[in-house]
């Protein structure tokens, strides 16, 4: 098992920039795909972007082509969620999550085991 911490969240106006990191440990995370899902009020969660276990593939949400990137750090067990050009409808809680195999990016929440608690983006028009 593995136990993700998510960070960096806050309150930005639209068209700013923001990184969330996840921090993870227990088992290393090169064993996994990493993905971020989001969720906003009254909504489903929603596959922001995920990352194959050595970086090879990645895969975003439609929603947020072209605006986030997503990466990893396995010696630092950390992903990242680079966020650019954001919009008032990229506000919800985002959260951290591991899935296994490593070498496919699961693009559905079920396919992930491990979550972590979640971190707020609130973006003000």
């Not at 630092?76 to 680079?82: A, D, F, P, R």
Request: glycine content about 12%; overall charge neutral.
């Amino acid at each position: 098992q593995v136990q993700l911490v998510e960070s960096g969240g806050g309150l930005v106006q639209a068209g700013d920039s923001l990184r969330l990191s996840c921090v993870a440990s227990g088992r290393t995370i090169s064993d996994y795909c990493m993905g971020w899902f989001r969720q906003a009020p009254g909504k489903e969660r929603e596959f922001v972007g995920g990352i194959s276990g050595a970086a090879v593939v990645t895969r975003y949400g439609d929603s947020v082509k072209g605006r986030f990137t997503i990466s990893r750090d396995n010696a630092k067990m950390t992903i990242y969620l680079q966020m650019h050009s954001l919009k008032p409808e990229d506000t919800a809680v985002y959260y951290c999550a591991a899935a296994e195999p490593p070498w496919t990016v699961a693009t559905m929440a079920a396919g992930y085991a491990s979550w972590g608690q979640g971190t707020q983006v609130t973006v003000s028009s």
